[in-house]
């Protein structure tokens, strides 16, 4: 637009004066829930990988992405299992995904009873 008229031979440079940083939150049952930087493609594995892996009371078969399209919320549910075994794709996750990692209930359970009477046959008080 500045040629001819108000330049001969304009020479133009685009500075980044700030740019943002593509995040996704891992969210639920995993070892290090929080915000991270999506550098390049991530998929959702790694995603869970970033976010040091599921818990062991994760349940693999619940892991929910959510997503905003044209201002429209969506999620998606995936088994995590299934993906790594092979039997789906391991979807790309984008800026600004949520990713939660459901919890199994009897593995939350079982933890929480060890964690209560960490000695087996022993009686301790009960409040």
């Given at each position: 637009?500045?040629?001819?008229?108000?330049?001969?031979n304009p020479q133009v440079s685009v500075n980044v004066k700030e740019a943002r940083a593509q995040r996704v939150t891992v969210d639920?049952?995993?070892?290090?829930?929080?915000?991270?930087?999506?550098?390049?493609?991530?998929?959702?594995?790694?995603?869970?990988?970033?976010?040091?892996?599921?818990?062991?009371?994760?349940?693999?078969?619940?892991?929910?992405?959510?997503?905003?399209?044209?201002?429209?919320?969506?999620?998606?549910?995936?088994?995590?299992?299934?993906?790594?075994?092979?039997?789906?794709?391991?979807?790309?996750?984008?800026?600004?995904?949520?990713?939660?990692?459901?919890?199994?209930?009897?593995?939350?359970?079982?933890?929480?009873?060890?964690?209560?009477?960490?000695?087996?046959?022993?009686?301790?008080?009960?409040?």
């Open positions: 637009m500045l040629r001819g008229r108000y330049l001969k639920g049952s995993v070892r290090d829930p929080g915000v991270y930087p999506i550098i390049g493609k991530m998929t959702l594995q790694q995603a869970i990988a970033t976010a040091k892996g599921a818990a062991d009371i994760a349940d693999l078969n619940k892991v929910v992405v959510f997503r905003t399209v044209n201002n429209q919320k969506l999620a998606a549910l995936f088994s995590l299992k299934d993906i790594r075994s092979g039997r789906y794709a391991d979807p790309q996750i984008y800026g600004n995904d949520i990713i939660v990692v459901g919890e199994n209930a009897a593995r939350r359970l079982l933890k929480d009873f060890t964690t209560s009477f960490p000695t087996v046959g022993s009686f301790i008080p009960i409040l």
